[in-house]
């Protein structure tokens, strides 16, 4: 969410990101609309304060008028045509207010300068790590995962429908070695809080996170309450501090969860849609950090080196993607996805985006800090990404580490976890 300065004071930068973004032909009606908003609400203050000043005026010439003994009615009546001229003009400004914080909701965050103008096409590699595996016999996980029996797509879908799926044995033995290791190494070597969040969480949550308004639709609510299923951990770790004011001291902080993830992806069938390239529940570690504006930059270095970890861990080749302003997420400042290899589709999948939101997040949730130095409470600059998504890490792993006689090796790093060195 943007500050009103924005829209009074720097509107030209406002279109320019948006412009930046290829956003600003079907948003420029809307920051207009922001700005007509603006003028009539300092407007209707100025309004509000003049009638206000004119009624006291008013009220000291009743009193004169009284302790003279003379009438006063006159006087009185249009103190009262005061009153209610307020009471309209304050309906009017709240009003006016609701729409313009509605508004301040719909547009996206500014991209920073690092990032490049442009679509998908304009993302561009930073590093890349390890060698991708290539070969004409190289089967996709969903061969593999059947044949191994860890994969049971058919039962999945019959029970809950299409994006839905079933671990078993050693596969659901391979979802917990992966929370394990990754949890293990995020609280241990990286520092961060382990946290168990609520898998349900209510609106000013989700709207603290940018998931609301704008993503209702890809959102899992529940029927009769204000509550939703997460789509990712970031919602309940990033609103842990929701209306508080920590000591600059507390900077910067991390948080660890694994969470069951719950999104609708609206719209996207038919694209990637076979087995477990988009599903509609999986599991995550997600990270999230607070830290203060001057660090944010190398606070979103070191996040996505802690995500980078995981992959060396299970010996997956990946590339580190910078993401241009026209592909970045909407909440997002400055994105990093992780990209690994899956051999067996043939495909570079994204299983982590790694985010400054820089103070986009915390003035919707207000999560502030208290200076060392003294002075008023300031935003904090949140972070987060994934640390790691299991669906694709699991797709790679079976493609990836795919041996000849069909069975698949386990990465040292987690044969510890999973107690095997091969699913067979």
Not at 114 to 137: C, K
Not at 145 to 170: M, N, P
Not at 278 to 298: A, I, N, Q
């Amino acid at each position: 969410m943007h500050d009103l300065r924005m829209v009074r004071e720097h509107i030209d930068a406002l279109r320019a990101a948006m412009r930046r973004r290829g956003a600003l032909d079907a948003l420029s009606p809307t920051i207009e609309r922001a700005v007509a908003l603006d003028k009539a609400r300092r407007e209707t203050i100025q309004a509000v304060e003049e009638r206000k000043a004119a009624r006291n005026a008013v009220s000291q010439q009743v009193g004169q008028r009284k302790r003279a003994g003379e009438s006063a009615d006159d006087l009185q009546q249009q103190s009262r045509a005061l009153g209610e001229e307020i009471t309209r003009l304050d309906r009017e400004l709240a009003e006016t207010e609701i729409e313009l914080s509605a508004i301040l909701l719909e547009l996206p965050n500014v991209t920073l300068d690092a990032v490049p103008a442009g679509g998908e096409e304009s993302n561009s590699v930073i590093r890349n790590w390890g060698t991708p595996r290539q070969g004409a016999r190289l089967a996709p996980h969903w061969e593999i995962g059947g044949r191994l029996g860890v994969i049971d797509f058919e039962r999945g879908a019959k029970i809950s429908g299409s994006g839905f799926i079933v671990f078993r044995r050693e596969g659901a033995r391979l979802v917990r070695a992966l929370m394990n290791l990754m949890l293990d190494t995020h609280t241990r070597e990286h520092g961060y809080e382990e946290v168990w969040v609520p898998v349900v969480v209510n609106r000013a949550s989700m709207t603290g996170t940018a998931q609301l308004p704008k993503f209702e639709a890809d959102m899992y609510a529940l029927r009769d309450d204000e509550g939703f299923l997460i789509p990712t951990a970031e919602v309940p770790l990033t609103n842990l501090y929701r209306d508080e004011v920590l000591p600059e001291a507390d900077l910067p902080k991390g948080f660890t969860a694994y969470s069951s993830c719950f999104r609708r992806e609206a719209g996207a069938a038919g694209k990637d849609t076979r087995g477990l390239l988009r599903v509609h529940e999986f599991d995550k570690v997600e990270l999230v950090r607070y830290t203060t504006p001057e660090t944010s930059g190398d606070q979103l270095d070191l996040l996505t080196g802690h995500a980078e970890k995981i992959l060396q861990l299970l010996e997956l080749p990946y590339r580190v993607v910078r993401l241009a302003s026209g592909d970045t997420g909407f909440a997002s400042a400055h994105t990093y996805d992780l990209e690994t290899y899956a051999p067996g589709v043939g495909k570079w999948l994204e299983v982590s985006s790694c985010s400054n939101f820089t103070d986009f997040q915390s003035r919707r949730a207000n999560i502030r800090y208290k200076p060392v130095e003294g002075g008023k409470p300031r935003l904090v600059h949140t972070l987060n990404g994934s640390g790691l998504a299991f669906p694709r890490v699991i797709e790679s792993i079976l493609e990836h580490h795919q041996q000849e006689d069909g069975s698949v090796r386990v990465p040292a790093a987690l044969s510890k976890y999973l107690g095997a060195e091969r699913l067979s």
